[in-house]
């Protein structure tokens, strides 16, 4: 731990030099939660709904995203390559160039949840056991898929490219933007098992109280995480791209 720390510590100093990501991750919530809150649309019943879905966005942005820029950069300046030659073992690499970016969504996650219970009120039942269960297995989840599409990355300003498909899919599959119940039958069939589908259907339970399945959306995040692991050691890449 003493290794990881020492090295989240330096990836944290190149992360505060990013104006950008800094601003993400307090300006997101700041904006996003007072300009709904204004519009009349929610009150203390869907509060819940708010904070799922920015908890949501935040898996997506700031560990997913932010997560496979900084490994394309670390390994395209040799950085990666050059840790592996002293004691850090590959999971301890992984892990402390992941927490930066994993302590950027959950500082936005809390930001946001702050501000929705100040501005919209407390949600009238929560389970904070099983939210929390959610927002830690969807980030290591979505640190696993970022260690994936960075080995198909071969620059950092391709990410913005390659990430896409991981953005988008998911967060449509997840019923963020539009009802799943809006869906064909074939693409409702297919969502539940998106890789943020289950990690919005247990924070829908833990915050709203709807009292949906929670074996299932945990077996699937689950599923998740041995598929990501397996791919992540497959294809995990610590050179340059030739």
């Not at 990836?11 to 800094?22: G, I, N, V």
């Not at 950027?104 to 930001?111: A, E, K, N, R, Y």
Request: charged share 15%; with cysteine.
């Amino acid at each position: 731990m003493t290794r990881v720390g020492s090295l989240a510590r330096a990836e944290s100093t190149l992360l505060r030099r990013d104006p950008l990501a800094l601003l993400s991750a307090v300006g997101v919530p700041l904006v996003y939660v007072p300009l709904v809150a204004s519009s009349g649309m929610y009150d203390a019943e869907k509060a819940g709904w708010m904070i799922v879905t920015l908890v949501g966005v935040s898996i997506l942005a700031g560990t997913y995203y932010n997560l496979v820029t900084a490994i394309v950069a670390r390994r395209e300046g040799h950085v990666l390559k050059r840790l592996r030659t002293g004691e850090l073992r590959d999971e301890e690499i992984l892990l402390g160039t992941a927490a930066p970016s994993v302590v950027l969504t959950w500082t936005q996650s809390l930001v946001g949840c702050g501000l929705v219970l100040a501005l919209v009120g407390p949600t009238d039942t929560a389970n904070v056991l099983l939210a929390a269960t959610a927002v830690l297995l969807g980030t290591a989840v979505f640190v696993l898929l970022a260690v994936v599409t960075a080995a198909f990355t071969r620059t950092v300003e391709l990410a913005q490219v390659t990430t896409l498909p991981g953005l988008l899919v998911p967060l449509a599959l997840s019923g963020l933007m539009i009802p799943v119940e809006h869906f064909p039958g074939w693409a409702q069939t297919v969502a539940p098992f998106g890789p943020l589908s289950p990690v919005v259907d247990l924070l829908t339970v833990a915050l709203t109280g709807s009292g949906g399945p929670v074996v299932g959306p945990t077996a699937v995040l689950l599923g998740w995480l041995v598929v990501g692991g397996w791919a992540a050691r497959r294809w995990m890449r610590w050179d340059v791209r030739r």
